[in-house]
């Protein structure tokens, strides 16, 4: 575990409010070959990319299996610290979590609070801080510090009141930082005015999710993220860039 230990360390003192690490968001070994190459010093896997790239629905629609298998290939092909997007668990419990990312070779991860595989229900507040904690704990058992990126789909599935929405997304985060969290994911795309709130009440680094075609680095710095990824973007670019290409010879 000395090796895993030594990327979770890594992983973590990138993560500094204004200056963040961004982070690709790769899918295969190929993908996190070619971002390593491009000089960025950490990866994160994506389970929408990732399940896309094997034929899979996003949603936990890749069994732990496939998905340790997919990433232990990433991990083997690449130098730098790798997180991974683990949904919101797989239905295992935070220690099975925890052992499947390091058998993985990964020393990060996100855990959201929709819960796929009960029907896409969200979690409470308490019940997705109680989840962190469990992953807080397992970790500091395997003697790694995994590094948990807390992320809440409050945002993104629009729950609660709009007047609201911001105030309610802050107290689900800060109980995830009490349990354990070392970043968070109020997923979105935020305006400056909104993350800057956002970084400015939370205790703990930012992600921020970016395009990387169009999006702006630097009002994230300014807005004070501490980590920024790209969710499935970059495949769609590529996607839509290959469509183009390909239409030319269908």
């Known amino acids: 575990m000395t090796e895993l230990a030594a990327l979770a360390d890594r992983l973590l003192a990138l993560h500094r409010p204004g200056d963040p690490v961004v982070l690709p968001t790769c899918w295969d070994a190929w993908s996190a ?20 790239s094997i034929g899979r629905p996003d949603g936990e629609g890749m069994g732990i299996d496939e998905v340790v298998a997919r990433v232990r290939q990433i991990t083997e092909a690449v130098s730098v610290p790798v997180s991974v997007d683990l949904e919101a668990g797989y239905g295992l419990s935070p220690a099975g979590l925890v052992d499947q ?28 801080a ?9 970790a500091e058992r395997a003697g790694v510090h995994v590094v948990i990126n807390a992320r809440t789909d409050w945002f993104k599935g629009k729950h609660g ?21 070392d970043s968070l994911y109020p997923v979105a795309f935020h305006d ?12 703990l680094p930012v992600n921020a999710i970016a395009k990387p075609d169009d999006g702006d680095l630097a009002m994230l710095r300014r807005a004070g993220a ?19 290409w390909l239409a030319r010879w269908a």
């Open 33 to 52: 070959r070619l971002a390593e190459s491009a000089g960025f010093s950490a990866l994160t896997v994506g389970s929408h990319p990732m399940a896309d």
């Open 101 to 128: 990312l390091l058998t993985a070779g990964a020393v990060g991860l996100n855990i959201e609070d929709t819960v796929h595989s009960d029907g896409g229900r969200l979690r409470t507040a308490e019940e997705h």
């Open 130 to 138: 109680e989840y962190v904690a469990g992953l807080r704990a397992a």
């Open 161 to 181: 009141d709009e007047a609201t929405r911001v105030d309610d997304a802050i107290a689900r985060m800060r109980l995830c930082a009490e349990a354990g969290a």
């Open 192 to 203: 400056e005015a909104t993350l800057t709130r956002l970084c400015a009440e939370l205790p």
């Open 226 to 244: 501490g980590r920024i990824s790209f969710g499935p973007t970059w495949q769609m670019g590529l996607a839509a860039v290959s469509k183009e």
